[in-house]
């Protein structure tokens, strides 16, 4: 289902020049500064002390100065657990920026004339999104569906395509199906990518050793450190990432956080000239 996108955070403030020259020379610069991306799974909003506060999340996403996030385990009038509420579309109010959701569990309402409810994946975008679309990817058994959500964004005057993902967590036959079929989908894409998500894998698996076959893991490109992601309590795996194509990374860092079980990460990317 596409939520209708909020309004911008706000246009970019006034550069200040004598001339026209140097006009031309800020606007340039401002065309070509890196955007910030996140990748987070905000766990519906539930945080290390087991309160739900979504407040929180906004404020963490906002400090963080990020264009462009993608989420996961994000609920939409699920149930109690996270008040029944739109997440994304709360999420997107408060922070003043584009939003849509790709619904991967939609399940009837608990009573007649509710809305459905619904979980699964969100993109936030400071710039409006102009296409988007939700695939659903493969499962096996009784396991949960996962999905990969698509947007198509100008940034910076360039297309770029954004997707976010949270592949299976037990399985990694299944995991390995799952990237077979991101791969799949964006080697179709003409324009630059952008892959965020909880992959539920390390970073020398066979699952990210083939994603990285057509992205570049940001982390691997830029990132200080082991980049641990899980968990908020004790950190000792990297499981969430930023990837890319035709991009380049300037830095990449993990953010402290009360607000989930997962850490967010961001990358500072530098996008193609127009």
Known sequence: ????????????????????????LAESAAAHRPIRVMSYNIAHGQGVDDRLDLD?????????????????????????????????????????MHVVYGANLDLGPLTPGAPRRQYGNAILSDAPIREWRNTLLPRSGSSEQRGLLEALVTMRGIQVRVFTTHLQHSSQQERLAQVAAIRKRISTAQEPVILTGDLNAGPDTPEIDAITQNLVDA???????????????????????????????????????????HLPVTADLVLPRA
Do not use: K
Not at 1 to 18: C, E
């Open 56 to 96: 929180r999340v906004a404020a963490e996403i906002g400090h963080s100065g990020a264009d462009i996030v993608g989420l996961q385990e994000v609920d939409r009038h699920w149930s109690q657990r996270s008040d029944f509420a739109d997440q994304a579309a709360e999420l997107a109010r408060d922070l003043s």
């Open 1 to 24: 289902m596409h939520l209708n996108p909020t309004t911008p955070r706000g246009a970019a403030p006034d550069v200040l020049a004598t001339g026209t020259s140097s006009r031309a």
């Open 219 to 261: 982390w691997a490109e830029a990132g200080v450190g082991p980049g641990y992601t899980y968990s908020t309590v004790n950190p000792h795996a990297r499981i969430d990432y930023v990837l890319h194509s035709n991009v380049t990374t300037c830095s990449a860092a993990v953010l402290s956080t009360s607000g989930s079980d």
